[in-house]
């Protein structure tokens, strides 16, 4: 049996607070699991686009961000 493997890594560095971000992903990837892991620092829900299941979307700490993970 195969073991699962690591096709792609894209970061993205904004310089702008926002939740709705945009997140550079590779072509091609119809098939493939997605993760995206996201931090603003700004407060409030991130946005995910529709096929996206988010895990979770919090601002636990007192730093007025927020930090959200989806796959898809």
Same mark, same amino acid.
């Given at each position: 049996?195969?073991?699962? #493997?690591?096709?792609?890594?894209? +970061?993205?560095?904004?310089? *702008?607070? +926002? *939740? *709705?971000?945009?997140?550079?992903? *590779?072509?091609?990837?119809?098939?493939?699991?997605?993760?995206?892991?996201?931090? #603003?620092?700004?407060?409030?829900?991130?946005?995910?686009?529709?096929?996206?299941?988010?895990?979770?979307?919090? #601002?636990?700490?007192?730093?007025?961000?927020?930090?959200?993970?989806?796959?898809?």
């Amino acid at each position: 049996m195969a073991f699962p #493997s690591l096709n792609n890594v894209v +970061s993205t560095n904004g310089t *702008t607070a +926002s *939740t *709705t971000p945009v997140v550079n992903i *590779t072509p091609n990837v119809a098939d493939e699991l997605l993760f995206v892991l996201f931090r #603003s620092a700004v407060a409030g829900a991130i946005g995910w686009p529709a096929g996206w299941i988010e895990m979770f979307d919090a #601002s636990d700490d007192a730093s007025d961000d927020q930090m959200a993970f989806a796959y898809r």
